[in-house]
């Protein structure tokens, strides 16, 4: 029945190959059910209720992804976009969390809609190369400076706006020596290299009385708190339209982008190089967003961490349904979700944001009409402290340069068209 479905010899791999491949991309993700509640519960959302919205959201979008697209991609929340909606949109912008949920949901439906049209392939290929990987890069330095602050590392400061933090702390060096250990472990090609760090750092924690200790297993907390939250109404207010359209925006491009890359490290793309049943896996991917909005967590999306059960030969949907039910699991983990701290937790932010910085490595760095906006775009979101104002900075600066430069013939009109949007609102703001 299972080869049936899935299609297991026609993609050269066992019950068995998925199983582990499962096991193996679960592992390598399972970071996101410690450090997605952990960064949710600044806003002031309920920290147990957060954990069991990021397994169920996890589970719903994975499952879905495997049953209706047959791929072997796991889907959670995404990082980055988790810290924009807490230190962006709910902290820095003063919106409530519920308001921020209402974003998402619309975002997602909106996402849902662009599926299922033609228009979303017009989008998608509308936005240059250089842009998309700028904007990525942007988010994972966001990540990095958020990661830098929960570490210690970086404080505020009146005159330079930050500055080192308090080095010789214990939270600051457990942080550093964590971060150390997930590069080295994931050189070495371990599995579940940031989830090993994460555990080992926040045991040396307990052991040296820095934090306290907690327990490992119990029933799921209540998700009654988060569940069907979401401000619908708020969120359509006109001052959301930006935070909206950074929430769709990111997770359009992130997705397609993961999907590609993912398919073409596992030779599922056909001979004209495009991805097969694209539109089952990106109204997996949207479903999961509204799904997740609804349960109580930020944007879900597809996961680049899929790579490693790719890696270990999985090639079907087999491999996300075991994802999914590991996601479903690990629903008995709470008491150790809310055990472990912030430092704990900051090195794989930081890793995270590391690794997402390398798409500015394929910029056309001989180009200055590439360069300039990749860059205003990438500094910005960090910078500003907004994914959405490094976006239409961006693309403002992408057009204009574009223009004068007497190359206005290679801006796309999407592209005119989303940085005069963004020029309407800062000149309303």
């Known amino acids: 029945m299972l080869n049936s479905y899935f299609k297991l010899s026609e993609h050269g791999t066992t019950v068995r190959t998925e199983i582990i491949a499962g096991v193996t991309t679960f592992l390598t993700l399972a970071y996101i059910i410690f450090v997605n509640p952990s960064i949710l519960a600044e806003t002031g959302m309920d920290r147990g209720a957060v954990f069991v919205a990021t397994c169920l959201a996890a589970a719903i979008g994975t499952l879905i992804m495997g049953l209706l697209a047959n791929y072997p991609v796991a889907l959670a929340p995404g990082m980055g976009l988790n810290a924009y909606f807490a230190f962006g949109v709910v902290l820095g ?13 619309i975002s997602g439906v909106i996402f849902l809609i662009l599926s299922l049209l ?21 988010i994972g330095l966001f990540l990095a400076i958020i990661a830098l602050k929960n570490a210690g590392w970086v404080v505020d400061h009146p005159a330079t706006l930050v500055t080192l933090g308090d080095v010789g702390s214990p939270q600051t060096l457990l942080s550093a020596a964590g971060f150390v250990l997930i590069a080295a472990l994931f050189a070495r090609k371990v599995p579940g290299a940031i989830i090993i760090a994460i555990l080992l750092v926040t045991v040396v924690g307990i052991a040296l009385d820095v934090s306290p200790a907690g327990g490992v297993f119990s029933m799921p907390p209540s998700l009654a708190p988060t569940f069907m939250q979401m401000d619908i109404a708020g969120a359509l207010n006109v001052g959301l339209v930006s935070i909206v359209f950074a929430f769709l925006f990111v997770d359009l491009f992130d997705t397609a982008g993961t999907l590609v890359g993912l398919a073409h490290r596992g030779k599922l793309l056909d001979a004209d190089g495009n991805l097969p049943r ?52 690990a629903l008995f983990l709470s008491p150790l979700a809310g055990t472990i701290p912030a430092y704990a937790t900051a090195p794989a932010l930081l890793f995270v944001a590391c690794i997402m910085t390398q798409g500015l490595v394929e910029i056309d760095w001989d180009d200055v009409t590439e360069v300039v906006p990749a860059v205003i775009t990438a500094i910005s979101m960090p910078l500003t402290f907004s994914i959405a104002t490094g976006i239409g900075l961006g693309f403002i600066s992408y057009a204009a340069i574009k223009l004068l430069a007497g190359r206005g013939k290679e801006v796309p009109v999407a592209v005119y068209a989303i940085a005069a949007a963004f020029i309407v609102k800062f000149a309303v703001i």
Not at 119 to 137: D, F, L, T
Not at 292 to 318: F, P, W
């Open 278 to 329: 694209l539109k089952r896996a990106l109204l997996a991917d949207s479903t999961a967003t509204i799904a997740g909005a609804a349960l109580g967590t930020s944007t879900t999306t597809s996961y680049i961490e899929s790579a490693a059960g790719i890696n270990a030969g999985g090639r079907t949907g087999l491999t996300a349904v075991t994802i999914a039910v590991l996601f479903l699991l």
């Open 118 to 138: 033609p228009v979303r392939e017009w989008i998608i290929n509308a936005i240059p190369g250089g842009m998309k990987r700028a904007i990525s890069a942007g």
């Open 93 to 105: 912008m003063g919106y409530t969390w519920q308001v921020g949920l209402g974003a998402v949901f």
